[in-house]
């Protein structure tokens, strides 16, 4: 397969690490402090852009429904709250990693498993996308001559993630826990400076948009009833954006250091205080601050080039307005702290994607080599249909958060929903089999997190899916059950396989003889070659075989045999029609036909070439002849290669570096390694 | 190779015939009256265009200058004879039907060589888009409401004849001579008739546009000296035209029947007597009823909607004028006639193309599977190719037959002129060789009518590159270095091969022992059998091995691996990095580092599947292994073939049906057999 080889040398080329033992993993599994911010980039990364979702639903019908920002704000926290408890269960109960797709697998069977791969594997096309469309957004908040170049600089940061996931770059050491660190100051500081500021000057904490006031969109100016309840709803689930991500770390724990299971629940414990905290501050702040941010710029009342700049995100608004400005340095860093943990957190989806594709393989839902590891390839291909589908939506909405938002949460509730009913079953499963009174105490007490949690996240699935459905969710109602019936038949088809494959007594009979035949064209070492490994295998018969296609040429052939005078005698087979393959088939059938118990084991002498163009020079009958052969019970086809030249230094030795997923897997790399613990 | 055999499906169920056995070829060689009119169709055909072609350049100029057509049409009628002499002693002398190829690697070597060869593969393209424009153009005349389909039915026609020659259609027989006689009938009658009818009526020959006047195009409205002379000469050049194709024959010299030069020869004789008085009667009677055809319909004075409707081709005009009007039975039968017969030389260059690809192939400058027959496939890619290029032309240049034709007659006369000096030469050495002074005598005739033919068409092509090089011409004179280049390049590679390969002692040195080594993932049939085998072999050492990527499923495996009691000792590989490969390939390494004289046999079990897809859900680790393994001297790699369900009935028999260019190989089939002879 040259063309494999080809493209595997690319990543080898270029691979940088490399991956640790095994038994050396206990050293460079992640302690908390390291485990945290890989892990939580993703859902505290969210803080940027939920609470600006909230105002975007809100200021459609102007300024008068914002009174119900923080009602709405506490709702999220609340959910958040829920979740994470709920998911503290998880990595209790399921340590290996599977996550959602393990607990409804186990607990619901295929159907509920496979309805969360596909959602899960949705999800991470869109993570990438949101992430890096908001970190975009940042960026042109500090820079807002950039807006012209919006989508080219979202499609270059996928590229960028893509390039380096190929490159085979770790998620683990400082590199990957500093932004997020970082984020969570900045924000931190961001709240408490900005609340500060607004008590001493009372008041004195004044977003740039303060001033404007919204025109309702048509249709919203006076909504009341139950359109009022859609409307707040609405809201709500745009708001619910700030748990994307929350389940990242029960898919992780492997990662974590022992007890791992306690590691990771208290590390989501602490996320889930820091991310609640974040938003409820954020959405405090812009209400103080009196920010507006609107789904079409120009309804903003005052804001004269609404055509042409772009609006700051809620974020780079209160940056500016607590630090003094949009010159000042505290900007500036919120900005990009912000922009580096969101494309930080679109880069945890090329790890989890790869993790996710090998527990498929390992069920048989996708092809079995997404399992074995070290295939640089495989993982290639995945980080680039990853990348190609981030960028397809990308482009196809502008890189506009608050457009691919719409197709974002409902993936994420999809698995949270179904995950956490699975969990209340398995509480179920388990109390059957445990009579000691504490622990079916402690149990009661799960399931009924894990039931609140359930309820919860399936009310808000519905007010999702009511509520986005025509907002571009269907497109992801759509593409789930797509993947859902590939991955089935998959799985069918490896199953269907399997069946045939159950040993019985005639597939270990012996073979009463061995026929060797060897192919011979010309007297060159390739032939010299395969006849002197074919006799050493001391077969009962040995021919060599060549195919009279030329007489002239047969002619030479039979004379460098006698003038080599090789032991084995040649056997010619007339070709009328100077064909190669047929004549050989035919031979080999005939012998076969003769005695079906004989074995006949064909050699074929074959050129190693160093690049793949030379493979449409060489070994094309040889291929065919392979092809044809291989159709014939009781035959086996060897290949003597023999390397010319050119493939020298092609040895490609296909692994290299670490794949995406690995740290998530617990197989992690610590070259250059961080003095963990 | 599933996607191979896939596609080899293709061409075999739909293929018609069955190829005849060589010691039977002597029915089936063509007797002359077969011979001249699956030859000539090309040849005579251009007799449909060639007159035009000079009307059209001397329009440019009016009607001023038409009086020169009957000398350029002499000195047309005598060059073809020259040519058609000069070709007699090329069959003669080159009996095996390499052409002018031949003749300039024997007497030129490569350079010159290779210089016809790309000529010639230009050549079959553009016979292709001018034969196939020119039969259009001959429908549209009696159709005239096709016009603006022009394009589209061009296409249509090429893609008819590719896939015709796909399915394998045979030239020889009744269904191939039929049009070509019906052709010559037609035009003989055309001209009889149509000089009667002008003597008895005298004058009374009157074509439909001989009331029109012509406005000459600026530039050319008083053309005197030098200018004159350039242009008198592009008019003939466009002229020569009617040579196209006379080389067939000589490349078809293996199709006829003993004595096949003289035959040939015979052949070539009448076919140029035929082509020269079809070609100097159109163009008289052309000159007669006063025909008027050129470059832009709207110079023709009086022609009122010129812009909507198409000018009839000269056949066309001079088939109304003869036979009374445009919807007289004549005037059908000679369009369908002519149509017919140029449709048919288009044929001709996919039966031309792989026969000297083949020949092209055995000299290695084309790759070597090109030379063996039976591999629908390669002729396949071959038809594709042609028919792809021919059709790329034809849009390029809608169709338009005199734009085409600029890029034409480069190749031909690249080849003829090359061809002739090859002869020159070719003499010179022969007489040197032979004392006998009749014998030399004779050689010294035929290297004078060389001479003069070399000459002649020396002249003609520096003529043609000077004339037509701004009209398009170029485009031959760039693609005919690449194609050299390239030929050059795949002969460097094959004979850089060759050399590597010179036998020594090392190659034929026998293993001191052998290692078998036998793959296994699970204990299943195709395990069982590749261990059955590998036992049957007898080696030295067997070992069965397995790599362990997870602990759970290799545990399983020794637990079957003893409830089967399998009498070879199972070695486990340890994967730290999930990785199979590797191992493996390192395993071997070892052995062989141990003891280098050893021969390790990797046994390799593989699933044969019947649908390309499956191969992504199979054998994937298998085809990496392999790809890693061949590198490695001194292993040979046994493939085990699995047959899965699915691959029953995909046992894919490559060959069936005749090849393009067999019969001009010599190579005929007689199913349907005509009684030749």
Redesign the interface.
């Known amino acids: 397969?040259p063309t494999?080889?080809d493209l595997g040398q690319l990543p080898k080329r270029i691979v940088l690490g490399r991956?640790v033992?095994?038994?050396r993993l206990g050293e460079s599994l992640l302690p908390k402090r390291y485990a945290l911010p890989i892990f939580a980039s993703d859902p505290l990364s969210s803080v940027a852009y939920a609470t600006q979702e909230i105002l975007i639903v809100l200021t459609l019908a102007g300024t008068a429904f914002l009174y119900l920002a923080p009602w709405l704000a506490v709702g999220v926290v609340l959910l958040l709250i829920t979740v994470v408890l709920s998911y503290r269960q998880v990595v209790h109960a399921y340590p290996s990693g599977g996550g959602d797709y393990e607990v409804a697998m186990k607990n619901h069977g295929q159907f509920a498993g496979l309805t969360v791969a596909s959602a899960l594997l949705v999800d991470y096309v869109l993570t990438v996308a949101v992430s890096v469309s908001a970190g975009t957004d940042n960026i042109i908040s500090a820079f807002p001559s950039l807006d012209e170049h919006r989508v080219l600089i979202a499609v270059g940061l996928v590229s960028l993630l893509a390039a380096a996931n190929l490159r085979g770059v770790r998620e683990s050491g400082r590199a990957f826990a500093a932004p997020t660190y970082l984020f969570i100051a900045g924000i931190g500081i961001l709240i408490v400076t900005g609340l500060i500021r607004w008590f001493v000057t009372d008041g004195g904490l004044v977003a740039e948009t303060s001033q404007y006031s919204v025109t309702p969109e048509p249709g919203y100016e006076n909504l009341a009833g139950l359109a009022l309840l859609l409307f707040a709803l609405r809201a709500f689930a745009s708001g619910c954006t700030a748990l994307t991500g929350v389940e990242a770390i029960a898919n992780g724990v492997p990662a974590f250091r022992a007890p791992k299971s306690r590691n990771a629940a208290t590390t989501l414990a602490l996320m889930g205080g820091i991310a609640a905290a974040m938003f409820a501050g954020v959405t405090a702040l812009a209400l103080l601050a009196d920010v507006k941010y609107v789904e079409h710029p120009c309804d903003l009342v005052g804001f004269a080039d609404c055509e042409t700049e772009p609006q700051r995100t809620v974020i780079a608004q209160l940056a500016a307005a607590t630090f003094g400005g949009d010159t000042s340095l505290g900007f500036f860093y919120i900005q990009a702290a912000t922009a580096l943990v969101l494309i930080l957190a679109a880069n945890t989806a090329f790890n989890g994607f790869p993790l996710l594709g090998s527990v498929l393989a390992?069920d048989r839902f996708m092809?079995?080599?997404l399992?074995?590891?070290?295939?640089k390839l495989?993982f290639s291909n995945g980080i680039l249909l990853l990348a190609g589908f981030a960028v397809l939506l990308i482009v196809a909405f502008d890189a506009d958060v608050n457009r691919l938002i719409q197709l974002y949460i409902i993936g994420v509730f999809t698995s949270f929903s179904i995950g956490q009913w699975g969990m209340v079953r398995h509480w179920n499963r388990e109390m059957q089999s445990t009579a000691d009174p504490a622990e079916r105490r402690r149990m009661r007490r799960s399931q009924i997190i894990n039931t609140l949690g359930g309820t919860l996240t399936t009310i808000v699935l519905v007010i999702i899916v009511i509520t986005k459905f025509t907002h571009g969710a269907w497109l992801v109602i759509v593409s789930m059950p797509v993947l859902f019936v590939l991955m089935r038949a998959?799985n069918r088809?490896?199953s269907y396989?399997?069946e045939?494959?159950?040993?019985?007594t005639d597939?270990?009979?012996?073979?009463s003889?061995?026929h060797a035949v060897v192919l011979v064209s010309?007297?060159?070492?390739?032939t010299?070659?395969a006849?002197?490994?074919a006799?050493?295998?001391?077969?009962d018969e040995l021919t060599a075989l060549t195919v009279n296609?030329?007489d002239a040429e047969t002619r030479g052939l039979q004379a460098d045999w006698e003038r080599?005078d090789i032991p084995v005698p040649l056997t010619v087979l007339e070709s009328?029609?100077?064909?190669?393959?047929?004549p050989v088939v035919d031979f080999v059938k005939n012998i076969r036909r003769g005695s079906p118990r004989e074995?006949v084991?064909v050699?074929v002498p074959?050129?190693?070439v160093g690049h793949w163009w030379?493979n449409?020079?060489?070994n094309?009958?040889a291929?065919?002849l392979?092809?044809?052969?291989?159709?014939?019970?009781g035959?086996?086809?060897?290949?003597?290669?023999?390397?010319?030249?050119s493939?020298v230094g092609?040895?490609?030795?296909?692994?290299g570096g670490p794949a995406p997923g690995d740290l998530r897997r617990g197989?992690t790399d610590d070259s250059d390694a961080v003095p963990y613990g």
Do not use: C, N
Request: proline fraction near 8%.
């Open positions: 397969m494999l080889s991956a033992r095994s038994d390992q092809p079995r080599q399992h074995t590891r070290g295939d495989v998959i088809h490896y396989v399997s045939q494959l159950v040993p019985d597939a270990r009979t012996l073979p003889k061995v010309k007297v060159h070492k390739p010299l070659r006849l002197a490994f006799r050493a295998t001391r077969p296609v030329d080599f009328p029609y100077r064909e190669i393959t047929r074995l084991v050699f074959q050129y190693v030379e449409l020079l060489h094309q009958s291929l065919r392979r092809a044809r052969l291989q159709f014939q019970p035959v086996m086809i060897t290949t003597v290669p023999w390397q010319l030249a493939s092609r040895d490609d030795d296909g692994r197989l």
